[in-house]
């Protein structure tokens, strides 16, 4: 097996950042980072709007809101008009969830790579209207080909109200072939929720690719958007059944204003998001997505080998452009989510590198990000001190 090669840096990148240098930051995924310039893109929203709140609400923010959701949609591949701004995936998921109008007897499926705080939304939602919630196993080293034969031995058609399922996942850190899965769903007629928290920025693959009757996406965390900034996509025959968490004064417009005007918010984070793709084109998209992926290739070799696996031990993300992987720990490590977070907030504490600790199928995993702000002398450093921190348990 060749070792991957670190990529050559993308000169100035890291100083597009106001991070902390004294720290590794190697979980873009989790919250990633807001460049500097979007920070001031936002700021100089906000000084409009404090200048004088009144016109900044009243004077045509419904029209600059929508003119925001055209630019990422077309960026994203997504339909304009099936395009509603979200404050967060999270967001998105529940109000998806709650205008199913679930029932006793329906089910949600689900697999057991999905995102914690989604199970729980789906769980919540399940407690209320008297649904089943069901989790299909999917091993890690399954094929792409052995993901789309699991889920149609799990589909019930009639039954299964709702297909959830991730396009890249958290915890894994692997590509689902969403495509193929909604495809086959269709054939059920199931509908599908993609869950692609990570997608945007990261991935090429259009969201019009991918098929889904529900898409949600966050540009808070690839796409160098201020905090607060999502999309959720919806096919035609769900637009007018889609109902926000909170109603508001556009209401009665429909989809999607109805979901995006939340009563008296900050919604400069929504107004400054394009700047967030203009950083991404202007160090070029292509560069950046090939950049990342080779360092989390490269990281994910480095910190493996220091810590005993073997190359084929390491889990492939099932796609070239997959930008976080993952390392399996040593055996009793972090394998609950408690174990997890204490040796995360360690390894925080004591090397200075900020990294996702996760507890996956009862086994302790760590995943590392690469973006254009790192380095590969970062990932060479945490393998050459976490071993001896992991031995002093
Ligand atoms: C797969 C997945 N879904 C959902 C989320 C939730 O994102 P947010 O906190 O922005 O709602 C995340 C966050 O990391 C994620 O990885």
């Not at 789906?122 to 407690?127: G, V």
């Not at 998001?273 to 950049?291: I, Q």
């Not at 760590?366 to 348990?393: I, K, M, T």
């Amino acid at each position: 097996m060749s070792v991957p090669q670190p990529p050559e840096p993308i000169p100035g990148a890291r100083l597009l950042f106001s991070l902390d240098p004294a720290v590794s930051h190697l979980n873009h995924g989790s919250f990633g980072a807001v460049p500097i310039g979007v920070q001031r893109a936002q700021q100089r929203l906000r000084d409009e709007m404090e200048a004088n709140p009144l016109r900044f609400f009243t004077q045509g923010l419904v029209d600059r809101v929508a003119h925001t959701r055209r630019h990422l949609a077309t960026f994203l591949g997504a339909d304009p008009d099936g395009t509603a701004l979200v404050g967060n995936a999270t967001t998105g998921v529940a109000v998806v969830l709650q205008s199913l109008g679930l029932r006793a007897g329906d089910e949600i499926l689900s697999t057991d790579h999905g995102y914690g705080a989604v199970s729980f939304s789906i769980q919540r939602e399940c407690r209320r209207t008297g649904a089943e919630s069901r989790v299909l196993p999917i091993p890690l080293a399954a094929t792409d080909e052995e993901i789309v034969q699991a889920v149609r031995a799990a589909l019930r058609p009639g039954r299964t109200r709702l297909l959830v399922v991730d396009q890249l996942t958290s915890a894994t850190a692997r590509l689902f072939p969403v495509a193929a899965i909604v495809g086959l769903a269709r054939e059920h007629g199931v509908p599908v929720l993609v869950d692609a928290a990570h997608v945007p920025g990261m991935l090429s693959a259009t969201v019009a690719s991918v098929g889904a009757d529900f898409w949600v996406g966050n540009l808070h965390k690839w796409g160098y958007a201020p905090r607060g900034t999502a999309v959720l996509v919806v096919a035609p025959p769900w637009r007018d059944r889609i109902e926000p968490l909170v109603v508001s004064w556009e209401q009665e417009t429909g989809f999607p204003a109805r979901l995006e005007w939340q009563a008296t918010l900050d919604y400069t984070s929504w107004l400054a998001a394009p700047a967030g793709l203009f950083t991404l084109r202007s160090l070029g998209v292509d560069r950046v997505r090939a950049h990342n992926a080779a360092l989390a290739a490269y990281a994910q070799r480095v910190v493996g080998d220091a810590l005993g696996v073997a190359p084929t031990h390491l889990p492939d993300p099932g796609g070239p452009e997959v930008a976080m992987r993952i390392i399996p720990l040593p055996p009793g490590i972090a394998t609950t989510i408690d174990g997890a977070r204490a040796l995360q907030q360690r390894i925080a504490e004591r090397l200075a590198t900020e990294v996702a600790v996760m507890a996956w199928n009862d086994q302790g995993w760590l995943r590392l990000c690469g973006q254009v702000y790192n380095s590969p002398d970062e990932y060479e450093r945490l393998a050459v001190r976490l071993p001896p921190l992991l031995a002093q348990r």
